[in-house]
């Protein structure tokens, strides 16, 4: 069965620096969709940036980016020049795209809470 | 254009009584998703409707609950009657249909029930 593990605790940075947020997952589909969603303290999931298993690199999305390695089932959301809006919790989340399709169910993780510290 | 809206935005029932969610997707989704997260464990699916089609109700917890979409537009979601463990927050969640998997799905900001 599909899992995502999100095992650090809360994380914290100082202003300006960059962070990694660290997500694991286990698999046996072949091609499968990951995806970071942030959500502030106001509740609203907000989609930050999706990664392909077979995409050839890693994704990027303005500040955001991942870390990709696919051996070692780990998609670990980088956040650079962190700024004090982007405190939140984060999720890490995977839809397996063989088994049950393109427009499939996401499976979560618990979440990693992020403070950005002035 | 509108996000997607989730209505009550909090909602507080005595054990043994029903509530209803709401749900307004993203105009022309016809992808439909509840999940749910009872506190401090992972976001759980519950389940998919294509237009006013079930696509896949697996992680619906028991008959207690009943989820619905007339006309492919809006959902709900009744809980009936509650129980304390249902308590936590409802997301709601849509998206197009297309045959790619970076398909992404846009969450509305929850209804946070407690049950008492």
């Known amino acids: 069965a599909q899992k995502i593990t999100q095992t650090q605790p809360g994380m914290f940075v100082q202003e300006k620096e960059a962070v990694t947020l660290d997500c694991t997952y286990d698999t046996s589909d072949p091609s499968y969709g990951l995806f970071w969603y942030k959500q502030p303290s106001s509740g609203e999931m907000i989609f930050l940036i999706y990664?392909?298993?077979?995409?050839?690199q890693n994704a990027t999305e303005g500040r955001y980016s991942l870390n990709f390695q696919k051996a070692r089932k780990s998609a670990n959301l980088v956040i650079s020049a962190s700024q004090l809006g982007d405190s939140a919790m984060y999720f890490c989340?995977?839809?397996?795209?063989?088994?049950?399709?393109?427009?499939?169910?996401?499976?979560f993780g618990k979440g990693i809470t992020l403070s950005v510290r002035p | 254009e509108a996000g997607v809206t989730q209505f009550p935005s909090h909602s507080v029932i005595e054990k043994g009584q029903t509530v209803t969610l709401r749900c307004d997707p993203i105009s022309g989704h016809d992808n439909l998703y509840w999940y749910r997260r009872v506190m401090g464990k992972e976001i759980k699916f519950l389940l998919h409707f294509v237009k006013e089609s079930k696509q896949d109700e697996s992680g619906m917890p028991n008959n207690r609950f009943l989820a619905e979409r007339t006309g492919g537009t809006y959902s709900t979601l009744k809980v009936q009657p509650a129980e304390l463990e249902d308590s936590g927050v409802y997301f709601c969640a849509s998206s197009q249909v297309f045959g790619s998997g970076r398909v992404t799905q846009y969450f509305g900001p929850g209804t946070r029930l407690t049950v008492l």
């Open positions: 990664q392909g298993s077979y995409d050839q």
């Open positions: 989340a995977m839809r397996e795209l063989v088994r049950t399709g393109a427009n499939s169910k996401l499976t």
